[in-house]
């Protein structure tokens, strides 16, 4: 399966997707950019919604030994995808050869199964979890590029992290180049064993995090956008961030019901309507 | 007293998660207002225009009618649904730019022709969607992005105050406020007494939410609060012109 994907005839096709933000172009535009640098033909072109923040955010990059004649294409050989809704827009690309890569802790069932008779090649990865765990959630993307790399044998990981850093050079935090390199390490190392597990999460709608006699406090992970601004109100300092994450790849706040004193302000100031607080007699 | 739902019943909960960002005003003004409609029970004659700029992304927040108008159009537009259906509950939601600087002649005329419609306005202090440049509500000394040094008066003039240049030119039947993002049963108060106005056929209702802007303002949480806060000693939240008789 590897192979078959290493030696496609008419260069490799790639198309990634995510939620704006979780630097879907900026991948795309590194391994362009590198693909550039060694001699190949290349072509990237990035595609999102009008004049609007958040919303699917898709990028279409081909890499080939021959001239590439028109920027789009109709399948692709590669299909990564970042987050649940990013799904809907890559579904007309997939065909039996395509590899799907997607995270197997950001990615709901509900939204697999819109793709389930359509893609055979899978390749399940780790990467929110363990980023979140070892590194910081910021340098996700960085493992879906070194995963991605393992199907590009002639981009060498040395050359795209010389661009990266190029790239970088500038940044005010000179921690996230080494965070990601290591990122993108840890990437091509997992992508190496394949497996063929499309299976997600099962969210929930509503999370019944914490109760006691008197309240009970829920929380919508759907809607969440961790804001912070429930943790910074709470008038008893009640409200903390958790390990868990929220769609967008971002902390959960959780309650200590301990201190909880079912005032009710976090329900009343959350933007997204993502708290619920019921107070029992 | 919590309200039971943590949404309001006039949102379209199938649209959620919203497309405002992480922390912005706007999002908390609009739940307050869906509060306001359940709590006047007025989902099913409601009218809501919406203006080009972030407020545009509330066009399928409401669970209500909604026209989506041009830059700084809402008010016009709003105008004319109300003279063509003088018993629907007309809103018009807008920002400080399609409503001060491209829509201020409309909003103006409107005031002054007393017209029977509610236009609520954010005010962030920036040009929000297009990347945070410099609107007419910019605080003096503000950095933005196209006044990178901080808003000068020499160059740019005061601030805009809105209700206060709306109050003199106000018939006695309008109802013009300003109120914070922040402060749930004030605005909710607010609202409901703007929306009233309207549906007591009184006169023109008016209320300007000063709001957060986390992204375009770089700041956090708590730094978003510090600054609305600062913002509100500039734009005093207040009532300006209460019509007599109105009720609560």
Known sequence: ?281 | MIPENNIPKSWKKEELPHKFCPGCGQSEALKILGYAIDELGIQNKTIYASDIGCSLLSWNMFDVDTIQTHHGRATPVAVGFKHAKPEAVVLAFMGDGGGYAIGAQHLINACMRDDKITIILINNANYAMTGGQMAPTTLLEQITATTPQGRKLADFGLPLHGPEMLSPIASDNAYIARSISNDFWGLLTTFKKAINNQIEGRGFSFVEVLSMCPVNWKTDAQESINFVEKMAEIYPVKEFKIPEGLKC
Not at chain 1, 39 to 52: A, I
Not at chain 1, 60 to 85: E, H, T
Not at chain 1, 186 to 214: F, H, M, P, V, W
Not at chain 1, 247 to 261: A, E, F, R, S, V
Request: net charge positive.
């Open chain 1, 1 to 281: 399966m590897l192979s078959e994907a290493k030696s496609a005839p008419s260069g490799m096709k790639i198309l990634i997707s995510g939620e704006g933000g979780q630097g879907v172009q900026i991948i795309s535009e590194v391994i362009a950019k590198t693909a550039h640098k060694i001699g190949k033909n290349t072509s990237y072109m990035p595609q999102f919604g009008v004049e609007q923040r958040g919303g699917a955010s898709v990028a279409f990059l081909q890499i080939a030994d021959k001239k590439i004649i028109y920027p789009k294409f109709s399948k692709a050989n590669i299909v990564l995808v970042m987050s649940n809704r990013s799904i809907d827009a890559v579904k007309q690309y997939l065909n039996q050869e395509t590899l799907f890569i997607f995270d197997s802790t950001n990615i709901d069932n509900e939204h697999l199964n819109q793709i389930r008779n359509e893609v055979t090649k899978v390749l399940n990865i780790n990467a929110r979890e363990w980023a979140l765990k070892n590194l910081s959630t910021k340098v996700t993307n960085m493992i879906f590029l070194g995963a991605l790399l393992q199907y590009l044998p002639d981009i060498k990981v040395e050359d795209i992290k010389n661009v990266l850093s190029d790239k970088l050079i500038n940044s005010k935090n000179a921690e996230l180049i080494d965070m990601d390199f290591r990122a993108i390490d840890y990437g091509y190392n997992i992508a190496r064993e394949e497996n063929n597990n499309l299976n997600g999460q099962e969210t929930k709608e509503i999370e019944n995090i914490s109760q006691d006699d008197n309240k009970t406090w829920q929380r919508y992970p759907k809607f969440c956008k961790s804001c912070e601004l429930c943790i910074v109100r709470c008038p008893v300092k009640a409200l903390s961030f958790s390990n868990e994450l929220n769609y967008l790849g971002t902390q959960l706040p959780q309650i200590d019901i301990n201190k909880c004193t079912a005032c009710g302000l976090c329900q009343l100031i959350c933007p997204d309507g993502a708290i619920k607080v019921t107070k029992k007699n």
